[in-house]
């Protein structure tokens, strides 16, 4: 019989197997070998119509929006939703890895709907029963600024990432589209141009800091639920950036340093809005910038924050 194993134990078990996994492309969008040698599972996912997508570019925030609408949909019972690691509690639709660890697939079979699935794929690679089944989608922005530094130090400390190499190239990469799961500018773009015609409710990370509570409202009023004001005081409290932190449940000490190295970076590193102003040259601004209008002229989505 098969040994059933923890989260933790799996990944210690899979050992020194993890590696800085190669990108392979999949409709000309990269992503880790892992993950697109199994694409064909991952594109026949079938949702139940009751699931919840949460779509992000990676380190857009995530994990704070999938704590929000766990502690939702458990009215604000913080024990409740510490019950496992956020993987466990809401699987990352694509995510393969070396045995035994399961996949995000694997995690997904084996719970009820609703499920709340993460996912970093761009619009054009969501399975498509996620649109034929009228799932709710969230998709959370981030200023590219802010979303690339905090990439790049994410792809420092997570040991199964391409090396993020030094940082002026690091910016290449990004304005080119080179990084795991490919173009900031395609993804940002591709979920606002169908969030109307697919019912996406599209937020935006700098909104959710400037006033947690209105945007944990428009969650609320966008899944249809009912929830007191007092829950919803408790949820924008447990899911401050320090309390994220400070919860293990939520911060990602559940990967070990062979594969997440915190003590490079840690997970929940800064969680604030503008700290780009401390990693551009005013040289390195200025060519983002001239070369963010050309990538983002034919759309008019309000980023803040940005220059
Ligand atoms: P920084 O690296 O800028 O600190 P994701 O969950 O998509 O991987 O995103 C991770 C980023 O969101 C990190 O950004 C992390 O610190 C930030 N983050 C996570 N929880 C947060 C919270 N409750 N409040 C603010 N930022 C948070």
Redesign the pocket.
Known sequence: MEEKLSYTEAIQRAGDSFSRFPLIPIRGVPLMSYIANNWESIWAFRPDPSDILIA?Y???????TQEIVDLLFHNGDAEACKRAPTPVRSPFLEIFSPPPIPSGLDYLKTMDPPRIIKTHLPFQLVPTGFWENKCKVIYVSRNAK?NM??YF?FDSMNLTQPEPGPWEGYIRKFMQGELSWGSWYDHVKSYWIEREKKNILYLFYEDM?ENPRREVERIVRYLDLSVSDEVISRIVEL???KN?KENPMTNYSCIPAPIFDQSISPF?????VG?WRNHFTPEQSKMFDEDYEKQMKDVNIPFRDII
């Not at 990676?58 to 704070?64: C, N, Y």
């Open positions: 992000t990676p380190k857009a925030g995530t994990t704070w802010d530094v905090s130090h800091k899911t401050s950036f994220m929940m590193r800064k969680g604030e700290d």
